[in-house]
């Protein structure tokens, strides 16, 4: 049982992916960063309301903190657009460079006799009447 645990321990995928959350969880770090940073007090010069938090209204005693609920949207949107634009565009940019296409599939043969291009379907060559297999 304990070789069979350090097997699966050992498998390629269970690594990849324990890095993968490690990484995963350091780049949170970084935009988390950014968004709180640079980008929130950006858009808190602009808007002049850098912390909508304190916005609520009340119901027979009840308070709704939709402030905190803006906070949270305007960070996942920073969230999401730091991270379309400053790591999913540019890989996509990255890959679609180093993609190469797959070749075409071949339409013509070549005739054994006389060497002209022939259809793949073509029983003779239309050049030179030679059977063709």
Known sequence: MIKEFKQFLLRGNVVDLAVGVVVGAAFGTIVSALVSDILTPFIAAIAKVPDFSGLYFTINGSQFMYGHFINAMVSFLLVAGSVFFFV????????????????????????????????????????????VM
């Open 88 to 131: 999913v565009k540019p890989m996509n940019v990255l890959v679609a460079k180093t993609k190469k296409e797959a070749p075409m599939d071949p339409t013509t043969k070549k005739c054994a006799e006389c060497c002209m291009d022939i259809p793949l379907d073509a029983r003779r060559c239309g050049h030179c009447t030679h059977a």
